[in-house]
């Protein structure tokens, strides 16, 4: 005879087939999907949150001093990304560079890569490897299992600690909810979508089952993404793929692509997989562990595949194999005030990550793999004091990171391996402890003052091997201390209006990739380690100026209108210089004489810009969104004594996008241009005129990247309380363009469609 428990279980899953099949909901579940009405008719009030986990505790938006977009998840639904690149792309405020079709690199006020910060569910994901080349990692994270996401401009050190000089992208996961009776609670999802420029087939489901006291969350994806077809119209035919390599009767052979717009050898498949287990203690304690898994299959590396060299494709394979990324995290909650907190916060976490590189030359039998093993384990505590008429936010964080690095040949024809090279020192580790303390208090009612400092501990130890590679240093050891601060103030001199400025200060310390990496970063290029490296600090300053358009019920919903300039400047920068390297300028690197280039701390670097946001309520069902962004960037070279400036590598052209939505009961219909303008050859940076590959020639020859647009239209229509049907068409006009510093051409006309049941 089943026990209890098993009758619930079987209960429940002959609930959901019936749920699934028939459209309806069983009165078992009507209480969440009441809710789910209720969240679709207030679709529209949702433009009015005010509400941000800023400094990783919820804040008024109009208390805080920094520039912030939110991504909530009504908006991933309508807009349907494929991944979480290109849901921030979408969001209008961050750039997004792609080498590959599995790829996508934030750029935020002129940094990206390691000067932007990743953060999941409170723990930083940036690891001792990332580099300061273009950054794919970003893609690891599902947007179908996100309750939110927010983008924090400029410097997040005084909270994060080292890499956050650009901004922070901090990604909020699905939280499990408590049943709030004695009854269980049952809430999921089922979605399937279908993209057509490169055949995506994407999964997805989610389910929460609870009790009062017990919780468990789980979520599922599956995409395989083929083969990406790019658009027909504007005349960059250098954007084509003409011919590809494959492997035929044991010998490498070009064939003729039958349809030069498919970019052949661009698709992948990945898998994320996220489990929450809650356990209630008592009303004010709560402990939670969860798990979260993303891996991709071996993708290709577009851009290198359509590398030429003395006139013919240069490779036959470079593939990245599986990128994994595996994240346990025990978090612990208190609400319990005592002397020291009001509330308590504290994360452990564990984080593995696995990369690889797999690449072989045209018509040649050995094939090079390098591949990266990183065992990152954190400890984060925060909390929150109210101290006299303001709250104090304070923590502590310990993150140590260990570095695996290993090289190896293969034979394709006799299948005989050899060690070679890696691409870092391996067994080296990378470290940093910090303690940070805020405080923000309201000093009269239309007045608020943040100021806060950090120290931060950091070191760094590896090793060479000069096994394959005679290196003139046999290690590298970095220990250095560093103290951050900020100060902010927002002034509302109206219940509506918001005035607001801010200085801050930020640092990025050196990294296993700074400092010991060595690989070619485009043809006739070597990059080789340097270890004597320091860090870099960052000054930014902002102002902005805010305001709130009040809802009118029944005539119109809530608005915002925002504006932010800022300047930032970066400190004893860390930029790709020509080196010496045993006395010596250049070097055999694969049968290729390269320029020897180095991570130099030789450049000052200057980002001034701004950013508007608006959204408008033009009427009860019509809304006006609006993103603009403009950043200018120079660095000079400390290297030849002068103040000669370049541009800056990761400062983006102007971008942005324009966006009319409609909202009325179960149905939203949105139709937005988005915007980039061009860059010329002479803004372009130094090592952006090297990549001649991936960009367009202008009339004298030389490499730029053109302006482009898209028209774009969604829709989404609740079809029954169950059933949600959400359509896209992309690019409707089928333009042909390739991002700024972009290896792979963007899609063509996509037609999107996508199926989500709730229950």
Same mark, same amino acid.
């Given at each position: ?112 890569? &390691? ?26 994270? /599902? ?99 003409? %011919?590809?390599?494959?492997? =035929? ?54 851009? =290198? ?65 390098? %591949? ?9 505590? /925060? ?243 609006? &993103? ?47 915007? &980039? ?83």
């Amino acid at each position: 005879m089943k026990d209890h428990s098993t009758k619930k279980a079987g209960r429940i899953f002959r609930l959901f087939l019936y749920a699934i099949v028939s459209g309806t909901v069983p009165l078992f579940y009507q209480p969440a999907v009441a809710q789910q009405k209720k969240d679709s008719t207030q679709k529209i009030q949702e433009l009015g949150e005010v509400v941000i986990s800023f400094n990783k505790w919820e804040q008024q938006l109009n208390e805080v001093p920094n520039k912030i977009t939110k991504i909530n998840r009504t908006q991933i639904q309508l807009q349907q990304p494929q991944t979480a690149a290109d849901m921030l792309a979408q969001s209008g405020s961050v750039f997004i560079q792609k080498s590959q079709l599995g790829g996508g690199s934030p750029m935020i006020r002129g940094f990206a890569t &390691n000067r932007v910060l990743l953060v999941v569910d409170g723990v930083r994901m940036n690891n001792a490897i990332y580099r300061s080349g273009n950054l794919q990692n970003v893609i690891s994270i /599902d947007p179908l299992a996100l309750e939110a996401a927010e983008v924090v401009f400029g410097p997040g050190s005084l909270i994060y600690g080292s890499d956050a000089i650009g901004g922070v992208m901090d990604f909020h996961t699905l939280e499990p909810r408590f049943s709030a009776d004695s009854n269980w609670l049952v809430r999921g999802a089922v979605q399937a979508r279908y993209s057509s420029a490169n055949n995506e087939n994407t999964i997805h489901a989610d389910w929460n089952i609870a009790g009062k006291k017990l919780s468990w969350l789980s979520s599922i994806t599956y995409s395989k993404f083929d083969d990406l077809k790019m658009g027909k119209q504007g005349g960059q035919d250098s954007y084509l793929r003409p %011919e590809y390599v494959i492997r =035929r009767n044991n010998r490498d052979t070009i064939l003729t692509n039958t349809d030069a717009r498919v970019q052949r050898f661009s698709g992948y498949e990945q898998w994320n997989l996220m489990q929450k287990l809650n356990y209630r203690i008592t009303d004010k304690m709560k402990l939670q562990y969860s798990f979260i898994y993303g891996g991709t299959g071996t993708h290709p590396r577009y851009d =290198r595949l359509i590398q030429y060299r003395s006139g013919r494709l240069r490779f036959a394979e470079w593939n990245y194999g599986p990128m994994l990324w595996r994240m346990h995290t025990l978090h612990f909650l208190s609400n319990q005030k005592t002397a020291l907190y009001d509330n308590l916060r504290i994360t452990a976490g564990y984080q593995n990550y696995a990369e690889s590189r797999l690449d072989r030359t045209f018509n040649r039998n050995i094939r090079n793999r390098q %591949e990266e093993l990183v065992d990152a384990v954190s400890a984060n505590l /925060d909390a929150i004091k109210t101290v006299g008429k303001g709250q104090l936010y304070w923590g502590a964080e310990y993150v140590l990171n260990k570095v695996g690095s290993t090289g190896s040949t293969t034979n394709i024809e006799t299948g005989e391996s050899a060690s070679s090279v890696s691409r870092y020192p391996d067994n080296s580790n990378w470290y940093t402890a910090g303690l940070y303390g805020s405080y923000k208090i309201n000093l009269r009612e239309d007045l608020t003052l943040t100021s806060g400092i950090r120290y931060s501990y950091n070191g760094l130890n590896a090793r060479f091997n000069t096994q394959f590679i005679p290196f003139p240093y046999e290690k590298a050891v970095i220990q250095k201390g560093a103290f951050i601060f900020n100060l902010g103030t927002v002034y509302r001199p109206t219940a509506n209006w918001q005035l607001h400025a801010h200085v801050s200060s930020g640092y990025r310390m050196p990294n296993i990739d700074d400092i010991g990496k060595l690989f070619e970063s485009a043809p006739g290029n070597l990059t080789v380690p340097n270890p004597g490296l320091e860090p870099e600090y960052a000054w930014n300053m902002e102002m902005g100026v805010a305001y709130d358009i009040p809802a009118i019920p029944e005539h119109r919903p809530a608005g915002r209108l925002e504006l932010t300039g800022f300047y930032t400047i970066l400190e004893n920068a860390i930029a790709l210089r020509p080196f010496q390297f045993n006395g010596r300028d250049s070097l055999d690197f694969d049968g290729v004489i390269s320029q020897v280039n180095a991570l130099q701390n030789l450049a000052r670097a200057t980002v001034w810009g701004a950013q508007a946001a608006a959204v408008l309520p033009l009427h009860r069902w019509w809304i006006l969104r609006l &993103n603009a962004n403009y950043t200018w960037g120079r660095e000079t070279d400390d290297a030849v004594g002068s103040n000669k400036q370049v541009p800056l590598r990761h400062a983006p052209p102007f971008f942005g996008n324009l966006a009319f939505q409609y909202n009325r009961s179960a149905f939203t219909l949105e139709a937005n241009l988005v915007y &980039n303008s061009s860059i010329s050859a002479e803004n372009l940076a130094p090592s952006e005129q090297a990549k001649t590959d991936i960009y367009a020639t202008d009339r004298n020859g030389k490499p730029y990247s053109p302006e482009w647009h898209t028209i774009n239209l969604k829709g989404s229509y609740r079809v029954t309380p169950v059933f949600v049907l959400s359509l896209g068409w992309e690019n409707m006009t089928n333009q042909r363009y390739r991002p700024y510093s972009s290896g792979i051409v963007a899609a063509g006309s996509n037609l999107v469609a996508s199926l989500r049941a709730t229950f």
